[in-house]
């Protein structure tokens, strides 16, 4: 069965920290993982795009990777913002969109 | 960057009412798709579109239907609305139907509340 799961389900931080959020999917064939951040009552936002071939790939202070042996990627933030409060989810496509569970973040003061 | 726009932002209808969902995609993109988001749950896939035509169905209710139009708009019809209808409807829109390799795009989305 393809499924998509991430953890940890929820995440409190407080500004300037780092965090790591991570996704396990089984999902095939597979040929890419991407990431989306949903702010609250908003529709998802792609934040970055694995394909098989790639390791690690950084959107500003966002910085995903991808081990397509083990079927892990993870999504670290640097430094975060107040901004970076929403949900993270990670979506495995096959000939459509595997949701996976989400990580909600909170950023604090 | 045009985006995906969805219309109303917000509805609210009494049970077993009808509602109506408008989509409008990106220009120049010609694939569609309807997701129900209830609080704390991930999207649902609905349907897809692609070129007019419905291309993947998915938890969609019977008391639901959708259309593209031939400007690739599309509408989400709602009948006999249910109090576990009330959720988030986002529509998203990729570029050639490839949901395996496109982005979808996702739009602001539609809060129906029913009650």
């Known amino acids: 069965k393809n499924q998509v799961e991430q953890s940890p389900q929820s995440l409190i931080i407080l500004e300037g920290k780092n965090c790591t959020l991570q996704?396990?999917?089984?999902?095939?064939?597979?040929?890419?993982l991407r990431w989306y951040k949903q702010d609250t009552g908003r529709g998802p936002v792609s934040l970055t795009i694995m394909t098989f071939s790639e390791n690690t790939k950084s959107n500003g202070r966002y910085t995903a990777t991808l081990d397509a042996d083990t079927k892990q990627s993870s999504l670290h933030i640097t430094a975060s913002q107040l901004s970076d409060s929403a949900s993270y989810i990670c979506v495995v496509p096959t000939y459509k969109y595997i949701f996976g569970t989400g990580t909600r973040l909170k950023v604090l003061a | 960057a045009a985006g995906v726009i969805q219309s109303p932002r917000h509805l609210i209808k009494e049970k077993r009412e009808t509602a109506t969902l408008k989509c409008y995609p990106i220009?120049?993109?010609?694939?569609v798709y309807w997701y129900q988001q209830g609080p704390g749950q991930d999207p649902q896939f609905l349907i897809s579109f692609y070129e007019k035509m419905q291309s993947d169905k998915g938890s969609i209710p019977d008391r639901f239907s959708a259309q593209q139009f031939s400007d690739y708009h599309s509408e989400l019809n709602m009948s006999s609305l249910e109090l576990g209808d009330s959720a988030l409807y986002f529509c998203a829109s990729s570029p050639a139907g490839l949901a395996g390799t496109d982005t979808q795009y996702f739009g602001p989305g539609t809060r129906l509340t029913v009650l």
């Open positions: 996704c396990n999917y089984t999902v095939s064939p597979f040929s890419n």
């Open positions: 220009p120049r993109h010609d694939t």
